[in-house]
């Protein structure tokens, strides 16, 4: 349990970073201000790791993988353009707290992550949220059962957009992704997919973990 100093010193650090990280570098969208300022960072880190909650940069959570730099997360969640009333399916659920960001502004959530032990974790740190749904599966193939979907987001970069994302996407939805090859520095893209074609945005260079197949539970 934290005390309250410790409750203190995290809130203030988390304002810090809204201010210092988030708006001085151009996030706008009110809705994704407010929720990077209500979640708590440090829930979705390793102990060892809170003291670095707030910091600019992402940190392990085990397994090969991390928890996305807080701009980056903001950033991401304001390219999806939310108003409130969105079904978005997210890709690479990590630690789970992307995942939260987009809830506190979504209507649903359908999050895959495939390393069971992520996915146990992140379930726990998400359990407080009825508007989160999770499954222990491989992203690539998306979740059919409750699609299209308004929105789409994946946290870890595949070498190509895979092609099941692209059609459980609803006509006129956004899907924000990085996309490169393994080892390389990739590319953040905005889509928007109008009919049978989409428009496809160059965002940003980014560095994410490889997207992963085939492991089993």
Request: glycine share 6%; proline share 5%; net charge positive.
């Amino acid at each position: 349990m934290q005390n309250s100093e410790e409750k203190d010193n995290y809130l203030l650090a988390r304002q810090n970073m809204v201010s210092g990280q988030i708006i001085a570098r151009g996030i706008k969208d009110e809705k994704v201000i407010s929720a990077m300022r209500k979640v708590r960072r440090q829930e979705y880190t390793d102990e060892e790791m809170r003291q670095f909650a707030y910091e600019d940069r992402p940190l392990p959570i085990g397994q090969g993988q991390t928890i996305s730099q807080p701009y980056i997360v903001a950033l991401m969640t304001e390219l999806l353009c939310l108003k409130g009333d969105e079904k978005v399916l997210e890709i690479g659920t990590g630690s789970g707290y992307q995942t939260a960001i987009i809830a506190e502004i979504a209507a649903e959530v359908y999050s895959i992550e495939i390393i069971k032990p992520l996915y146990e974790r992140a379930k726990k740190a998400l359990s407080k949220y009825n508007n989160i749904h999770l499954k222990n599966d491989d992203g690539y193939n998306g979740w059919l059962q409750y699609s299209p979907y308004d929105r789409i987001i994946a946290t870890a970069a595949p070498e190509k957009i895979p092609k099941p994302l692209t059609e459980q996407l609803k006509d006129g939805g956004i899907m924000v992704l990085p996309c490169g090859p393994s080892g390389f520095s990739q590319v953040l893209y905005k889509i928007v997919k109008k009919g049978k074609d989409s428009i496809t945005e160059r965002v940003c260079d980014v560095a994410f973990v490889p997207f992963t197949r085939n492991m089993r539970k």
